[in-house]
């Protein structure tokens, strides 16, 4: 067994997953940025109490959680909606509302390691703060559905499941039954598609209610429902209610959500959510000191289950492969044929990546044929061969294998010209 | 005191700094990946015996280390360097030769915080293994001084100072001092600018030399010294010479460098060192299982003193400037003049974001001249405005004040033709 090796739980990337980390990432900060939502970060270590007093003192036993060298109770976080109240309440005069903030960083949890899900995943959270209408839930959902789109995952491969906790208050209400109940129902609700028929039975029971009852309310509650009135209407009008199902078994964080309440799930794997959020207006004055009232709402995608639905999805496969293309390759290599001629070619090499050319070359003295080799494995658009000849160097284009001699003075500007061009090769091999 | 806030030594990243972060990683990366240079990524928590290997059982003060509930000792990571040679080693073979590898992330140590000066910061790191030449190294400080110069601090601002340990070698074996004498001797160079003479002369004379001497040999120890020929040749090549700077007393890590050295400073504000690094041949047998034997360059820059630098560096602030306007402002400010065509408002601007440009709106109906001043709030460089004449809107450049009217049908490729133009105000006001 080896020594050295990461601690549990945890993920080296090396240059594919790295890439593919990237790609995630910077998929999900471009369209965010389309949607007007502006990047913030909070700190990866925060205070245990931060977390303890949004979910309660059971949750630290799925913390990353320990106390400093000064004995604080510190955590690797979890999740960023806490740190997020906190940072926009403490501040909330200096900025405008609706605030309209996205995040992208890692997350933190204590749990046994399984197929997918380590103890450090990548999230991507947008949430709008200081608005409370359907039309701000709206456009979380249209950035969650734009996100997915633009990675290539369509309406063939995901579907959005929505609901609303006010359903669920009023038929309480409607029935009866007393407030302390609510958080067993919604327990029970949560778990209805997968629990023994006979157990949801009788815990029904227990707080006055039948199987029967429920499940004639949750066929009721459809997309005419009134609680989804001006969001149907919303995303109507921006072409997106195709992606919607309405699915009243959806009701997440039991303390937490308020309203709108919604789930990206994939259509073809079984896998877990993908991205998961809502309404939650009653946190921000939770966490902040002076009990800044803010409503809200808010979802988070991971970097796991996203990167099995991508690599499982043929739409999003090429978008995939030519994004870890792009961040492996280079766009020429400098082969060095004759020595004599390396001041010259380092000068160049120089002049090349100062106009945002990506360059690779050998450090020393090799046969051409492993330099050329080199330039296949780099993925080289071009190799540039300095020989004899120089001042003038030749020009390789190693996809269409064709070739052209150019004075070293114009080699910038012949490959930047190069560059413009579309990397086909030749019809016939 | 409030309750809820960052732990001890912690930052927020509002938009700002966020913005600021993301410019700075996104400068490094790009530079790289110039160089040829492939991105990777290590876990942010390494066991705690990966860095006393490295460095000795001392360094666990100044680690931000603990144990975790099943009672491990972790470490959020202090540096890369450790963790990249754990990774090159394992999985040698896959990767040819020399492997050029980039990373960015955050590191943590635990020490008491000071101005720009957290427990937290970001890191980039560049490093060359498998290749043990002076060409590698020149490929290394040539990167150092074109991502200083990419961030617009230039030759004026900055030097980098340059040592070799073998020219120490050589001298304490031309003065017969014995091999244990070593640390000792280098630890006295580290700190002989800064310390008292009598004090530097008695720790001297300990180990049987004097300070006449050692200074005598540093100002024979210049450019022209053999140790440093070929990595002359080579960044005169590049025309990057002229930022070098020997100074023999640069020495770095004690234990861990083994040939050239290097450090990154600024010419005008005395602040620490930008960045620093070197050869460390030995670490990655030291880091292996298998002893895998592979000599290693690098160096790594950190955000916070460089970013102070770029602050207050003429030359950096435009760029730095534009950067972070371009991080928190939006291309067009949707303006809904007559809420009966709010859902037409919403197509658009469904389109308009699928096209990949940067758009905001009021979720609510709004008076119109709120709505410009939110688009002005926003540095929108259009604000269009959806009115009675629907189909008919008017697109508004809010910076050249000049408006026209569009057939809703063609507003996509209008906007977009009309953001390739440059953003140019009128001359006069």
Chains 1, 2 share one sequence.
Not at 226 to 238: D, P
Request: charged share 25%.
């Amino acid at each position: 067994m080896s020594t050295f090796r990461t601690v549990k739980g945890f993920r080296d990337f090396f240059p594919e997953e790295c890439a593919m980390r990237n790609y995630i990432a910077e998929t999900w900060r471009v369209v965010a940025r389309r949607y007007g939502f502006v990047e913030y970060e909070a700190p990866v270590v925060e205070s245990t109490d931060l977390f303890r007093k949004k979910s309660g003192n059971e949750i630290t036993a799925q913390l990353f959680c320990f106390r400093d060298k000064a004995d604080r109770e510190i955590t690797l976080r979890p999740e960023v909606t806490p740190s997020l109240a906190r940072m926009a309440t403490a501040r909330q005069r200096d900025f405008k509302k609706p605030i309209k903030w996205f995040q992208i960083g890692p997350c933190f949890r204590y749990e046994e390691p399984q197929e997918g899900r380590g103890r450090e995943f990548i999230q991507f959270n947008a949430d709008i703060l200081g608005d409370n209408s359907p039309a701000a839930d709206a456009e979380l959902i249209a950035l969650a559905i734009d996100v997915m789109r633009e990675f290539g995952v369509s309406e063939n491969d995901f579907i959005v499941r929505l609901s609303n906790r006010e359903i669920w208050n009023t038929f309480l209400a409607d029935q009866n039954i007393a407030p302390e109940h609510t958080a067993t129902f919604l327990s029970i609700i949560d778990k209805i598609e997968r629990a023994k028929p006979e157990d949801t039975e009788s815990k029904l029971a227990k707080i006055g209610l039948t199987t029967a009852i429920v499940r004639g309310f949750m066929a009721s509650a459809d997309e005419n429902h009134s609680a989804f009135a001006e969001l149907k209407a919303n995303l109507t009008a921006r072409g997106l209610w195709s992606f919607i199902k309405i699915d009243a078994t959806i009701v997440r964080g039991l303390a937490y959500y308020t309203g709108t309440v919604f789930e990206v799930f994939d259509l073809k794997h079984n896998l877990r959510a993908v991205a998961g959020g809502g309404r939650y207006d009653k946190l921000c004055a939770l966490m902040s000191d002076d009990n800044v009232d803010m409503p809200a709402a808010g979802f988070a995608m991971g970097d796991v289950v996203l990167g099995i639905l991508l690599k499982r999805t043929p739409g999003a496969q090429m978008k995939l492969t030519s994004a870890l293309l792009a961040a492996s390759s280079i766009d020429a290599f400098v082969v060095i044929a004759d020595e004599a001629q390396r001041p010259h070619a380092l000068a160049s090499i120089q002049q090349l990546r100062a106009a945002g050319i990506r360059i690779d070359y050998a450090f020393g003295s090799q046969k051409v044929g492993k330099q050329f080799q080199a330039a296949e494995d780099r993925k080289a658009r071009f190799a540039i061969v300095f020989g004899a000849e120089y001042p003038e160097v030749v020009i390789k284009n190693l996809i269409a294998r064709s070739q052209a001699s150019v004075p070293a003075a114009n080699l910038v500007d012949e490959v930047q010209k190069l560059l413009q061009e579309p990397a086909i090769g030749p019809l016939i091999a």
